[in-house]
């Protein structure tokens, strides 16, 4: 663990790190083995929420504001070179407060970059639409930003979430302020002073430190034009309910997710088998759109219920330190988080048959071993609910019309993953499942280009593509009566 001292743990607000105002702190500890990395992360109360916005709003009616598309997008696009290069330095401080291993970490921040020039290519490429004029009026709809947007991020993949919140809204010319999660506040931290080096002028980007309480200052901030969100449904119905109850702010909303996977007796065994139990246990299974419900057709489910079970049981080897470059899973990101899935598990086994793991792994920091349930019943905790860990619940089915009602029953409708060989079933199948995003004989894989959210209670908008960025946009109509 390295010392305290060399973890940023400041607000970053008007391109500046300063003292929070509140004077609270809060800790931060490596889940590897619950030792505390620091506890002196600065908590922004009420004035430090506020010392934010009205920085974001300065820089918003200021120089940021006053500056064209393409001078927009070369910050971006520099913001974006500058993370590449201190790509090494920023990753391990995911590791040590949210446990993902480095090797994993590493793969993830190229795709933060990405994301950056991605919507900075979009900066000077926002352009409006110009209705039919028969009626003797000239009409111009245009696209405008909302002024100041907000951003608050789940602990599982902290920059990601900055990337994918910040860089469309900086594109459409809005201001930011973004708050981590409490778990993982270090690595966004780290990138902060990048920000001032990328030539954003004061105010334009401002990072926050604290939990739920700071969040909810956010939520129902007055000046926030809009807020987007990523975490669990609970906190995102508190984020829409405090923005109803304050300005009527935008909400968009990535939250939950207990998404289907569905095999076909005609797919590739062999893929379907690596892909499922990647998508399953990839970040310890804490991923929004893990596949922690298995659905195969009864031709294949001995065969592909026991290798399932053998993979599950071969990548509990690869479970370890995360700071050490071979390990690919790592620990579950906090104590809480360890003693929530221990408990979903243990009630799995009351209400499922347990075919493989149900265990810690070890006798140090928050180690599950991969789990597989079968059969639970309809109503089963683990069947209905997020677990957020490495768990999967499998079922068989007889047909597809069987699979598709099965895979749709839940509240959640974020991913879906369908293997088959049959391109028709394929396209039949994605189609009628509920699932912003279904993927075919692959796990779920981030795309910049695709836009990525929720059905039903998985969320609202649309994060990724052009869809990403016209989420912090807002059409205004001008009529001009060209009579006069
Ligand atoms: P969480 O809802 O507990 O917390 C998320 C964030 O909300 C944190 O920054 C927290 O400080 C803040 N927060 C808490 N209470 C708040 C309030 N009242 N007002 C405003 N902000 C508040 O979620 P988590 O435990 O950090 O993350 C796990 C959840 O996130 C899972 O449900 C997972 O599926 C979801 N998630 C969704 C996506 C997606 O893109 N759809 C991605 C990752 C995680």
Redesign the pocket.
């Known amino acids: 663990m390295a010392a305290a001292k060399n973890y940023e743990t400041r607000l970053f607000i008007n391109n500046e790190f300063v003292d929070a105002k509140s004077g609270q702190t809060f800790s931060v500890y490596d889940p590897a083995d619950d030792s505390l990395v620091t506890d002196k992360v600065q908590i922004a109360g009420e004035a430090d929420v506020d010392a934010a916005v009205d920085a974001a709003h300065a820089a918003y009616k200021g120089a940021w504001g006053a500056m064209t598309g393409a001078a927009r997008g070369a910050c971006l696009m520099k913001f974006a070179e500058l993370v590449e290069q201190k790509a090494a330095e920023v990753a391990p401080l995911e590791t040590v407060s949210m446990g993902v291993p480095v090797a994993i970490g590493g793969m993830l921040m190229p795709m933060v970059s990405a994301i950056f020039k991605y919507y900075a290519g979009w900066a000077d490429k926002i352009s409006g639409e110009a209705p039919p004029t028969d009626d003797g009026t000239y009409k111009i709809m245009r696209y405008e930003p909302f002024g100041v947007c907000a951003g608050?991020?789940?602990?599982?993949?902290t920059l990601l979430?900055l990337a994918a919140k910040a860089a469309p809204a900086l594109a459409a010319g809005n201001t930011f302020v973004f708050?981590?999660?409490?778990?993982a506040p270090l690595a966004v931290l780290a990138v902060a002073p990048l920000i001032k080096e990328a030539g954003f002028p004061p105010g334009t980007i401002n990072i926050i430190n604290?939990?739920?309480?700071?969040?909810?200052l956010?939520?129902s901030h007055m000046k926030i034009g809009m807020i987007s969100?990523?975490?669990?449904?609970?906190?995102?119905r508190?984020?829409q309910d405090?923005a109803n109850k304050s300005n009527m702010k935008k909400v968009t909303l990535?939250?939950?997710?207990k998404s289907p996977s569905v095999i076909f007796d005609d797919a590739d065994i062999e893929n379907a088998l690596a892909q499922t139990a990647q998508s399953v246990i990839m970040l310890t299974g804490?991923?929004?759109?893990a596949a922690s419900r298995t659905y195969v057709q009864e031709g294949i489910a001995d065969k592909f219920i026991a290798a399932l079970k053998d993979r599950f049981a071969g990548m509990s080897a690869a479970i370890g330190d995360p700071k050490q470059p071979t390990t690919m899973f790592g620990p579950l990101a906090s104590k809480g988080?360890f003693n929530r899935v221990m408990a979903m598990i243990e009630s799995g086994k009351k209400e499922a048959t347990l075919l493989t793991g149900g265990t810690r792994k070890g006798d140090t920091g928050n180690y599950v071993e991969p789990t597989i349930f079968l059969n639970p019943a309809k109503d089963a905790q683990i069947y209905k609910e997020?677990i957020?860990g490495p768990v999967t619940a499998v079922k068989t089915f007889k047909t597809e019309e069987e699979a598709i009602e099965m895979a749709n029953d839940t509240q959640y409708g974020?991913a879906a993953c369908v293997y088959t060989s049959s391109v028709s079933r394929a396209l039949r199948v994605s189609s009628k499942l509920e699932a912003g995003t279904v993927t075919v004989n692959q796990a779920f894989m981030p795309s910049i280009y695709t836009a990525?959210?929720?059905y039903k209670q998985?969320?609202s908008g649309r994060?990724m593509g052009g869809h990403g960025v016209l989420e912090y946009l807002q059409m205004k109509s001008v009529i001009i009566n060209m009579a006069v």
């Open positions: 608050i991020g789940a602990w599982n993949a979430y708050k981590a999660s409490e778990l604290g939990d739920g309480k700071t969040g909810a956010l939520a969100f990523t975490g669990s449904v609970p906190t995102g508190k984020i405090a990535e939250l939950g997710g804490q991923a929004c759109t988080q997020e957020f974020l990525f959210g929720g998985s969320g994060e």
